[in-house]
């Protein structure tokens, strides 16, 4: 479980996110959505220690990470896998090679074991025999499915995801998401997705926060969403006319 408290986040005179309070239970695929710029990235990014807080508190499985030393966050930054906006994935280096590099820096395995484990997080994704393409050699479904591949390489209890579905289309959009919940099932991970994919609300999401510029303005379960009177989540919402389509056969 991960908790955080009266997360606060300034850059410079830019207060972006105010007080957020969440938690994200074990098993279940938690969503941080809202609209470009409401603050959902930077709160992944102070959730995994990417940025300090200005202000707050994060607890993983009730240790207090925020007030960790650089060492001290170690263990827990190893059962941390995150798949980043972009994939980010090293251009010069092969699919194998992104992954290995992850256990390279974590782990005391050896070469073998960490091809293996490669072979079985490819496995997992199904990318199964393609170690030696180069990401400008793949698809974006492709890229994103390797970065889910090392996102798992170290076993993670806990799973970021920030906007897996972005540049993908509605198919593999769906497969992406899918994948992320089977994952979460299978390992039992605390799973946080930052999305602004309706699609993706509607299918994965267990737990649903809505974020508007940097506050915490609802929430709840995705059902809850379609009869929420919350006007800025209805704005956002059901600004998707498949949404608004949804909501009538519920709210006639
Ligand atoms: P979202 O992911 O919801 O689109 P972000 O969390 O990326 O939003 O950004 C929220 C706000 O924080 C924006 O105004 C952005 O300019 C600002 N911001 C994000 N990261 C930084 C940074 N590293 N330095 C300065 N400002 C930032
Ligand atoms: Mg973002």
């Given at each position: 479980m991960i908790e955080v408290t009266n997360i606060h986040k300034s850059f410079g005179?830019?207060?972006?996110?105010?007080?957020?309070?969440?938690?994200?239970?074990?098993?279940?695929?938690?969503?941080?959505?809202?609209?470009?710029?409401?603050?959902?990235?930077?709160?992944?990014?102070?959730?995994?220690?990417?940025?300090?807080?200005?202000?707050?508190?994060?607890?993983?499985?009730?240790?207090?990470?925020?007030?960790?030393?650089f060492e001290e966050k170690v263990p827990i930054r190893k059962e941390i896998g995150m798949l980043f906006q972009n994939s980010a994935l090293f251009d010069s280096m092969t699919v194998e090679q992104n992954i290995v590099f992850t256990l390279d820096m974590f782990t005391e395995m050896s070469k073998q074991e960490k091809i293996e484990r490669a072979n079985f997080c490819l496995e997992r994704v199904n990318l199964a025999g393609k170690n030696d393409l180069y990401p400008s050699e793949l698809s974006g479904g492709m890229k994103k499915r390797v970065g889910i591949a090392r996102a798992i390489s170290m076993n993670p209890k806990y799973l970021f995801c920030d906007e897996p579905n972005s540049g993908l289309d509605p198919a593999t959009s769906i497969l992406i998401d899918e994948l992320i919940q089977e994952l979460t099932d299978e390992f039992k991970c605390t799973t946080v997705v930052v999305t602004h994919d309706m699609n993706s609300v509607m299918g994965i999401g267990d737990y649903i926060l809505f974020l508007f510029k940097g506050q915490k303005y609802w929430e709840g379960s995705n059902q809850d969403m379609l009869k929420s009177d919350n006007q800025e989540l209805n704005d956002f919402v059901f600004a998707s006319p498949l949404m608004k389509a949804a909501r009538d056969t519920i709210k006639p």
């Open positions: 005179d830019n207060h972006v996110l105010t007080g957020i309070d969440a938690v994200f239970e074990p098993g279940k695929v938690s969503l941080i959505i809202g609209g470009s710029g409401s603050g959902k990235s930077t709160l992944l990014k102070c959730i995994v220690g990417l940025h300090q807080p200005t202000q707050g508190k994060v607890f993983f499985d009730g240790q207090e990470f925020t007030r960790m030393s």
